[in-house]
Each structure stands twice: as structure tokens, then as C-alpha cells.
């Protein structure tokens, strides 16, 4: 079975960071694209960035570029998200995706085709 579940969000002030976790468990990280989306309350989910299986090749949205990176430690199947120099904006629940049917990303939007997430973590941006 299939299970993402996602960590380390909390509340931080504009300019702080955060480093979510995605722990994968029923199938091997490694072997498929995988990425991130939020959602903010009241509007529609936003990819963010998205990796392929292959070469590790990432992609990210503009409007994180720069601030965000992903890594993984696939010997832990674990995805990460570091976020840094957070704005108000930023502020949503972070979901990690991956789909067995992706094994490339060709652009950071392509997570949000992925049939698999978990049930998100909570990011707030607030002075």
C-alpha cells in the first residue's frame, strides 16, 4: 500500500525557514518522480516542485525559486522540502506526491498529475 506522510510544518515569522519530511512506506521513493503541492485556504492547489526518478533532474516554481530545494535520503525513502526566507504567501498545507506511472518530471506542474499524497502539513507565515 502506498503511504506519503508528511512533517514538519509549524508557524514562523516572514524570513524563517522550515524543512518538511515525506516519508514514503509501500513502495521504493527512488524509483518514481515525486514533488510537492499546497494549497492554501480557499484556493486552488499550487505545484511546487517536482524531481524525476532517472537523472534527479528538479523543477521548480518560479514563485519559490531560489528559497526552496528538495533532497532526498533514499535510505530512509524520505523526501524533503527546505524552505527558506518564507513570506506570507507561502502559508498552506504542503502535501508530497508521487505516482508509479512518473518516472520524469518534465516541468515542477507535473505533481500535480500524481495520483499519491499524503494528508499534508500545515505551513503558517505570520509576523
Known amino acids: 500500500q502506498v503511504q506519503l506522510v508528511e512533517s514538519g510544518g509549524g508557524s514562523v515569522q516572514p524570513g524563517g525557514s522550515l524543512r518538511l519530511s515525506c516519508a514514503a512506506s509501500?513502495?521504493?521513493?527512488?524509483?518514481?518522480?515525486k514533488g510537492w503541492f499546497r494549497q492554501a485556504p480557499g484556493k486552488d492547489r499550487e505545484a511546487v516542485s517536482c524531481i524525476s526518478a532517472r537523472d534527479g533532474t528538479m523543477h521548480y516554481a518560479d514563485s519559490v525559486k531560489g528559497r526552496f530545494t528538495m533532497s532526498r535520503d533514499y535510505a530512509k525513502n524520505t523526501l524533503y522540502l527546505q524552505m527558506n526566507s518564507l513570506k506570507p504567501e507561502d502559508t498552506a498545507v504542503y502535501y508530497c506526491?508521487?505516482?508509479?506511472?512518473?518516472?520524469?518530471?518534465?516541468?515542477?506542474?507535473?505533481?500535480?498529475?500524481?495520483?499519491?499524497w499524503g494528508k499534508g502539513t500545515d505551513v503558517t507565515v505570520s509576523s
Open positions: 509501500g513502495f521504493i521513493l527512488e524509483h518514481y518522480a
Open positions: 506526491a508521487a505516482d508509479p506511472l512518473f518516472s520524469a518530471c518534465l516541468d515542477y506542474d507535473d505533481v500535480l498529475n500524481m495520483d499519491h
